[in-house]
């Protein structure tokens, strides 16, 4: 079974800086997606970004990007010029293509300090 | 965008009681939800999913007879948790594939508490 594995239960950063999160997974499948989700104190589970797993390009989505190593199963989220909006948990999600549930991983606590 | 729509989003039950939370697709046709359970500081545990018209399937460890799930039309999808005990008290979060969000909506999620 494919399994999704976050191994930093809690990051800070100053206001303003860049984080990474870091997100390993286990699959022998070779197409799939990845997300990362965020959910806020009020626990709305919200999509950061996505990325395919047949595309080398990075996904980007304004200041989020990825960091997607396919031979490595990683998929580091980075956010840059951290804001305060940006404190929450933050799941790494996996799904195979041809499946329909998501895999979340342990989940990383961020706080950001202003 | 998609929206999906979760209620009561804080309900209280006595111990023994049945209470049931709706997941609603407002603006889409969500052929397939699911349904998490979520304890404090810890990830989504997926405990069933649903395809309209059809049986829900549940995870292993997920007790079927307790944790009842109804998908009966393309727009709303039920879970039932009968008999609660004060175990069963946790946030339970529903989601639904289709619309956008790249094949994936969560509702707001329900907070249940069994006293």
């Known amino acids: 079974a494919q399994t999704v594995t976050q191994s930093q239960p809690e990051m800070s950063v100053q206001e303003a800086e860049t984080v990474t999160l870091s997100c390993t997974y286990d699959t022998s499948e070779s197409d799939y997606y990845l997300f990362w989700y965020k959910q806020p104190p009020s626990r709305q589970m919200i999509l950061v970004i996505r990325?395919?797993?047949?595309?080398?390009q990075n996904a980007t989505e304004n200041r989020f990007s990825v960091n997607f190593q396919k031979a490595a199963k990683s998929f580091s989220l980075k956010i840059s010029d951290s804001q305060l909006g940006d404190a929450a948990m933050y799941f790494c999600a996996y799904r195979d293509q041809g499946a329909q549930k998501l895999v979340f991983g342990q989940g990383t606590r961020l706080t950001i300090n202003p | 965008g998609a929206v999906v729509s979760q209620h009561p989003s804080w309900v209280i039950c006595k111990s023994g009681t049945s209470v049931k939370i709706e997941c609603r697709s407002l603006d889409f046709q969500a052929t397939t939800m699911f349904w998490y359970r979520q304890f404090p500081k810890q990830s989504l545990m997926l405990m069933a999913t649903?395809?309209?018209?059809?049986?829900?399937?549940?995870e292993q460890g997920v007790e079927k007879d307790k944790f009842l799930i109804n998908h009966a039309s393309l727009t709303l999808s039920t879970l039932t948790v009968t008999s609660a005990h004060p175990e069963d008290s946790s946030f339970y979060i529903c989601?639904?594939?289709?619309?956008?969000?790249?094949?994936?909506?969560f509702g707001s999620g329900t907070r249940l508490t069994v006293v």
């Open positions: 649903s395809n309209e018209g059809s049986k829900a399937t549940y």
């Open positions: 990325q395919e797993a047949y595309k080398q």
């Open positions: 989601s639904a594939t289709g619309g956008s969000n790249y094949g994936y909506t």
